[in-house]
């Protein structure tokens, strides 16, 4: 990859290019999706449905972005086209959706820049070309055509060709800007994280706080009403929710539960065209024509999700953007929900699977997801799972799935009922004989053989009972890595300890995995060590690795190695190291899951990205 990148800078420097300019990459706006399992190399798979901002084009289609790329619905044909980093995009996570007169889409992503697509070509922004901050959480155009961006960095204006970024040095109340609006008179308005909202006319700033009458200091959104009120958004404060307020240039007005709106903590806020103000908050929808609410509850009403976008079009209807439920239309009457049929529970994947028929399991924050190449499945406690919080998961050779969580035990799904247990751990193994164990925070390791369990402590042999890592091999031995303390081998008779003075890394285990011959291979804070039975061999950054800290492991049937780290995924196949991050392909460098199919590819569940799969090139 290095030598990659020093041809791409000579070339840029042969043709009189900056190596610094934003990042380009043409893409076909309806490019076509391969059914099924992909071709070699880097595919992403996210979930769509969690959306925190909504913008109308020109032809009327709708944009939802969130932390599974963005999503562009024909409201009229019920169809949709996804784009993820596999398109252009500068990362699959966005807070922010616009659309400029010259309908080209930009979005603000979180850690990736901003980007630009025309219909044809992406283009990303990033610090290094002006960007005050590559955590874009807002996007506004200006009656001059100029975009401003709010970022964690401050708050920056683009007219096509320079940047100029401002910051609380420079008068605004802070650095992290959440919301912009564009007043009636043409002055700028940024929404800041605790620091209230700011005003900018081109020449002086003026920022107003909770003292003044603003509802509270972290402005969530501002909206502007036909008669030129301000209306501001205030989520929480110290996890109080502060409800809305309004400004209409001399005066404050604050609206809370009491006046008549459903929640407190309000996300978004939108006008419609008969000047009625909409609300988004986690309990759903609020309506106030300036003297009556309406409130429309998710229990009952237009969304069944805690609602972090609110839209209205031209026609009234109001568009909802929920986080798990995608979006949802409300005409005053009838919801209609508009779902991509991703089914990944959540962008937080804990734990991968592949069970022998080749089918995906997926340990999520919210719930089991199940991939069979085609169709995304997932299951939640509504479906009898024991808890939401999938921390591990694992198949046995007959495709019984075993799921575990920190607080809410275990959970066994034959193909039709998930079964819940009281009890189990965070995390699990299947052995050979069909047994599964359990490791658990503080409780110790148990076994269940399908009838009776059986639990093991400090007291019978075990290292540590804050037991991070279990792995079975062949014979039965049981191998346990531990919080702090080393890792445990248990033949079903004895127990033998192993801590880092002599053998491990790390005496903090976060993974383990037991190869085809045999050696057994730990995940630490210190980097991975593998054990033949005689020989222990530590590996670090020093000798390839991407990162020292090490949350997971896989070994392929050829015996290559697989690690996942917080800097990237890392393959060593006995002597070379190879190294990918999100330059290659992967949606996330934190990679806490990995699992290796039948067919060869890769997977991975990373921390805040999704899924991505690797099929290396035959």
Same mark, same amino acid.
């Given at each position: ?302 969304a069944p999700k805690p609602v972090h976008a609110i839209a209205v079009d031209q026609d009234g209807d109001v568009w909802l953007g929920t986080y798990g439920d995608g979006v949802t239309r409300f005409d005053g009457e009838i919801s209609t929900p508009y779902a991509t049929p991703d089914g990944l529970g959540s962008r937080w994947v804990y734990a991968m699977a592949v069970a022998p028929d080749g089918v995906v399991w997926c340990g999520t924050s919210s719930g089991a997801s199940r991939f069979d190449g085609k169709t995304w499945t997932t299951y939640t406690k509504a479906n009898g799972l024991a808890d939401d919080m999938v921390a591990d998961i694992a198949v046995a050779l007959d495709n019984t799935v075993w799921s575990g969580s920190y607080d809410g035990g275990t959970s066994r799904f ?99 995995? +037991? %190869?085809? *011959? @045999?050696? =057994?291979?730990? &995940?630490?804070?210190? !980097?991975?060590? /593998? #054990?033949? $039975? ?20 896989? +070994? %392929?049937? *050829? @015996?290559? =190695?697989?690690? &996942?780290?917080?800097? !990237?995924?890392? /393959? #060593?196949? $006995? ?20 699992? +290796? %199919?039948? *067919? @060869?590819? =890769?997977?991975? &569940?990373?921390?805040? !990205? ?9």
């Amino acid at each position: 990859m290095k030598r990659i990148a020093i041809l791409l800078l000579a070339a840029a420097l042969l043709v009189g290019c900056s190596p610094f300019a934003p990042r380009v990459r043409p893409t076909s706006q309806a490019r076509p999706k391969p059914s099924g399992f992909p071709y070699p190399g880097w595919t992403t798979y996210t979930t769509a449905n969690l959306v925190y901002d909504l913008a109308f084009d020109a032809s009327g289609g709708l944009w939802a972005v969130g932390d599974g790329g963005a999503v562009r619905w024909d409201v009229q044909r019920g169809t949709y086209d996804k784009y993820t980093v596999d398109d252009g995009l500068g990362s699959n996570i966005l807070r922010a959706v616009a659309v400029t007169p010259d309908a080209a889409v930009w979005f603000g992503t979180w850690e990736g820049g901003v980007s630009r697509f025309d219909g044809k070509t992406w283009t990303t922004y990033m610090t290094s070309d002006g960007l005050a901050g590559n955590s874009v959480n807002a996007i506004a155009v200006a009656p001059d055509g100029a975009l401003w961006f709010g970022t964690d960095g401050g708050v920056s204006r683009f007219d096509g060709k320079a940047w100029t970024t401002y910051t609380r040095a420079d008068g605004l109340a802070r650095d992290t800007v959440d919301s912009i609006a564009v007043g009636s008179d043409g002055a700028m308005w940024f929404g800041t994280f605790g620091g209230g909202a700011s005003r900018f006319d081109g020449k002086a700033w003026t920022t107003y706080t909770t003292t003044d009458g603003l509802g509270g200091d972290a402005v969530a959104a501002i909206a502007v009403a036909p008669d030129g009120a301000l209306w501001f958004a205030a989520a929480t404060s110290q996890g109080t929710p502060m409800g809305a307020s309004s400004f209409d240039g001399e005066s404050w007005s604050r609206y809370t539960r009491d006046d008549g709106l459903l929640d407190g903590s309000v996300h978004d806020i939108a006008i419609a065209p008969d000047g009625a103000v909409w609300f988004a908050s986690n309990e759903g929808a609020s309506r106030f024509d300036g003297k009556t609410w309406t409130t429309y509850p998710t229990a009952s009403g237009p969304a069944p999700k805690p609602v972090h976008a609110i839209a209205v079009d031209q026609d009234g209807d109001v568009w909802l953007g929920t986080y798990g439920d995608g979006v949802t239309r409300f005409d005053g009457e009838i919801s209609t929900p508009y779902a991509t049929p991703d089914g990944l529970g959540s962008r937080w994947v804990y734990a991968m699977a592949v069970a022998p028929d080749g089918v995906v399991w997926c340990g999520t924050s919210s719930g089991a997801s199940r991939f069979d190449g085609k169709t995304w499945t997932t299951y939640t406690k509504a479906n009898g799972l024991a808890d939401d919080m999938v921390a591990d998961i694992a198949v046995a050779l007959d495709n019984t799935v075993w799921s575990g969580s920190y607080d809410g035990g275990t959970s066994r799904f034959d193909g039709k009922t998930w079964t819940p247990y009281g009890r189990g751990g965070s995390t699990l193994a299947v052995a050979p004989d069909g047994a599964v164990w359990f490791g658990s925070i503080r409780g110790g390791a148990s076994r269940f053989d399908g009838k009776a369990w059986t639990t093991y402590s400090e007291a019978d042999g075990l290292v540590d009972n804050s037991v991070t890592a279990i792995a079975v091999a062949s014979d039965g031995t049981v191998w346990f890595g531990t919080y702090d303390s080393g890792a445990s081998r248990f033949d079903g008779q004895a127990w033998t300890t192993y801590k880092e003075a002599r053998t491990l890394a790390s005496n903090s285990v976060k993974a383990i995995a +037991v %190869a085809p *011959d @045999g050696a =057994v291979w730990f &995940g630490t804070e210190g !980097g991975v060590s /593998r #054990f033949d $039975g005689e020989e222990w061999t530590s590996y670090t950054t020093a000798d390839g690795l991407a990162s020292d800290w090490v949350l997971a492991i896989a +070994v %392929a049937s *050829d @015996g290559t =190695v697989w690690l &996942g780290t917080d800097g !990237g995924a890392s /393959r #060593f196949d $006995g002597e070379t190291w190879i190294t990918y991050t999100e330059g290659d392909g992967l949606t996330d460098n934190y990679v806490q899951g990995i699992a +290796v %199919a039948p *067919d @060869g590819a =890769v997977w991975f &569940g990373t921390h805040g !990205g999704g899924v991505s799969r690797f099929l290396p090139p035959r």
